[in-house]
Nanobody
Framework: QVQLVESGGGLVQAGGSLRLSCAAS????????MGWFRQAPGKEREFVAA????????GYADSVKGRCTISRDNAKSTLYLQMNSLKPEDTAVYYC????????????????????WGQGTQVTISS
């Protein structure tokens, strides 16, 4: 198993930036594909970004492409999401998640592919 704890959320003005972190503990972090998802009030959880175990493959939702960058530091067992040019519609609880991949180069955009989830961190963007 792996335990995930997000941090870095907060309240920022539109146009600002935030860097979310997801600290992992437990089984070898580097063996998991990782993803970021978000859920706004009254809406379903949606894909934001994902990365393969090595970081060699990444994917982004169209809504954040060009504004967000996913990265990982396997030595520190930490996943990051750099978010720039934030918009009010980015307001949501952001979750990181881990998917078992057996060191394949895959990443996943669907929540069912992920076995482990953090508790989430609130991101609020004011207009």
């Amino acid at each position: 198993q792996v335990q995930l704890v997000e941090s870095g959320g907060g309240l920022v003005q539109a146009g600002g930036s935030l860097r979310l972190s997801c600290a992992a503990s437990g089984r070898t972090f580097s063996s998991y594909a990782m993803g970021w998802f978000r859920q706004a009030p009254g809406k379903e959880r949606e894909f934001v970004a994902a990365m393969s175990w090595s970081g060699g493959n990444t994917g982004y939702a169209d809504s954040v492409k060009g504004r967000c960058t996913i990265s990982r530091d396997n030595a520190k067992s930490t996943l990051y999401l750099q978010m720039n040019s934030l918009k009010p519609e980015d307001t949501a609880v952001y979750y990181c998640a881990a998917a078992v991949t057996n060191y394949s180069g895959s990443y996943y955009s669907g929540p069912p592919s992920y076995s482990y989830w953090g508790q989430g961190t609130q991101v609020t963007i004011s207009s």
